[in-house]
């Protein structure tokens, strides 16, 4: 979780790629090191603009690094990495993260305990956390509020962010995520730290989100398969910075790969549109 990123200043000026458009996400032979070591290593994936990922590992196999590469956060230090049709490293990323909606442990971690929930959720505008000198428009002080209400938090709105639950603070990232209409929504261990209620409602919130054809390309990175909301269409497994297996949800999330990416041998149950693994 404590990849160096980059701030947004860097990187030249914007160049659009002749990237196919419909392509949100699409990264050749990417390489990550950081003080010799891979982070990850020869990554190819690419996510197009109607497809749900799952991105499933065990602890440490790179999967918050793949998400801040996505989330222009990152610059690979080997191969080519395009975001939205950018290439990272040859454009303003401030200006692209705009467009991108992404939830971390680490962002979530930066929001001041005494900022009131509504300006968590509006600050997003600015790519900022702690509500500071700017001023927002009375359109985004009720984009924000609709959106804690459309993830069940919308009494919340004026309290503290400190004090509230785990669950609370998840569900108050999310609707952050989606303040700026993000074309790309990236969401890092969502369920982690829920009670069980509260992780089967947040799975069925994100099931809804994603199969709502408006929503953004979704990108959900998990360590446990019974968090994948219904709906998701792809997964890609990944261990020690390499790519395991990816591709269709169905085919990929077999108890094969899975005991692969999580080095014990596995067995995966389907329910309904749910899915269980346990040790075989
Ligand atoms: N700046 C850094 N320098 C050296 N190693 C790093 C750095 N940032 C991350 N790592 C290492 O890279 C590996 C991958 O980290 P990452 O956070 O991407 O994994 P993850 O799959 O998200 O793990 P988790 O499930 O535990 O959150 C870890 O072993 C981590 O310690």
Redesign the pocket.
């Known amino acids: ?4 990123l980059i701030s947004g200043a860097g990187g030249a000026a914007s160049a659009s790629s002749s990237v196919d458009a419909d392509l949100v996400v699409s990264l050749d032979g990417v390489g ?1 090191r ?2 010799g ?1 891979a ?2 290593h020869d990554v190819d994936w690419r996510v197009e603009l109607d497809e749900r990922w799952v991105v499933l ?12 590469l996505a989330g222009g956060r990152l610059y690979p230090t080997t191969g080519t990495a395009h975001v939205l049709g950018e290439r990272i490293g040859r454009t303003d990323l401030n200006e692209l993260r705009t467009r991108i909606g992404l939830s971390t ?1 680490a962002l979530a971690e930066r929001v001041p305990a005494e900022e009131r929930v509504s300006d968590v959720v509006v600050t997003a505008a600015w790519s900022v956390v702690g509500r500071w000198r700017e001023e927002y428009d009375t359109g985004d002080e009720r984009r924000a509020r609709a959106l804690l209400e459309q993830l069940g938090v919308g009494s919340l709105a004026d309290r503290a962010y400190g004090t509230l639950s785990e669950g609370e603070r998840k569900r108050v990232q999310i609707a952050r995520a989606l303040m700026t209409d993000p074309e790309l929504l990236l969401l ?2 969502p369920a982690a730290g829920l009670d069980l209620g509260g992780r089967e409602d947040l799975v069925a919130r994100l099931a809804e989100l994603a199969q709502d054809p408006d929503a953004p390309a979704l990108v959900l ?1 998990t ?1 446990h398969v019974e968090e994948i909301p219904p709906g998701f269409t792809h997964a890609l497994l ?1 261990r020690d ?1 390499q790519v395991v297996a990816q591709g269709l949800l169905d085919q990929t999330l077999t108890a094969d790969n899975l005991s692969k990416t999580f080095g014990l041998p596995l067995t995966v149950d389907r329910h309904g549109a749910r899915f269980a693994a346990r040790a075989a």
């Open positions: 979780m404590h990849t160096d990550v950081r003080s070591t982070l990850l590992g065990p602890n440490g196999a790179g999967k918050t690094t793949l998400l801040n442990a890092d261990e990175v360590h990944l910075g």
